[in-house]
């Protein structure tokens, strides 16, 4: 999979492709990631890429030529253009598991006060991380290439995954490790058994209790 992430701030990504799960997947070849600065499409000689809104407001709005002019650039039949915005669908674990099937991720991170409407319109879909305001969408940007790059075969065991919260719309089974007893609290009894059927129901169990307790609305789902 290759991933073009359209931002003002590629600072901003230094550190997370160089460590741990991502790297791995970059370094084995599983995603290409490309970080690109929007600025350097500008026709403006002052390299402007924002103005203020017509009609009045607060704040600078970025405008559609250095975006339209980079995401054309890049854009090819197999692509998927994603604004991140507030106003996006929600994101959830089987929205990242669609997007880890695609070839080609263009995803915009919008800036300042907002973008010209009419960017909405070369993206093939707009995608909010959550009901909150962040100052751009770097981190949300972050948080797609992290939730899809690990789906990518190969890139973690397919086991550490299909018992994921949310990937069959429950909640994890808790999960225990050396020493059995930790000063006093022992690990379930079920889970030393050997009984393989037994620890498998538990972990059911377990993981229906949690989510009726946290996340009934998860079950609703279910049905
Ligand atoms: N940009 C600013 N806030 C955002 C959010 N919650 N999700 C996606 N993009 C954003």
């Known amino acids: 999979m290759r991933i073009d992430i359209l931002t003002l ?26 970080l690109v600065n929007f600025r350097d499409f500008t026709e403006d000689p002052h390299h402007k890429v924002d103005d203020t809104p017509f009609g009045g407001g607060a704040g600078m709005v970025l405008m559609c030529q250095p975006i339209y002019d980079c995401v054309e650039s890049l854009r090819g039949e197999d692509s998927v253009v994603v604004l991140l915005t507030p106003d996006g669908v929600p994101y959830q674990q089987k929205l ?8 080609h991720l263009i995803l915009i991170c919008g800036h300042y006060e907002g973008f010209d409407e009419r960017i909405r319109e070369i993206c093939d879909m707009e995608i909010s991380i959550g009901d909150y305001v962040l100052t751009g969408g770097e981190i949300p940007a972050m948080v797609l290439v992290d939730s899809i790059t690990r789906l990518l ?9 299909q018992n994921d919260s949310f990937q069959n719309q429950l909640l994890d089974y808790p999960t225990y490790t050396k020493p059995r007893n930790f000063r006093g609290r022992e690990v379930p009894e ?5 009984d393989h059927k037994k ?25």
Not at 153 to 161: D, Q, R
Not at 190 to 194: A, E, K, P, R, Y
Request: overall charge negative; proline content about 4%.
């Open 9 to 34: 701030f590629p600072n901003m990504f230094d550190g997370i492709f160089q460590e741990s799960i991502l790297k791995r997947a970059i370094d084995l070849g599983k995603v290409e990631i490309h």
């Open 96 to 103: 990242a598991s669609t997007l880890s099937q695609v070839k």
């Open 153 to 161: 075969p190969g890139v973690i065991l397919e086991e550490s995954y």
């Open 190 to 194: 079920v889970l030393v058994s050997g």
């Open 199 to 223: 620890i498998e129901e538990w972990r059911r169990e377990e993981s229906l209790r949690k989510t009726r307790e946290r996340r009934p609305d998860l079950i609703q789902e279910e049905k």
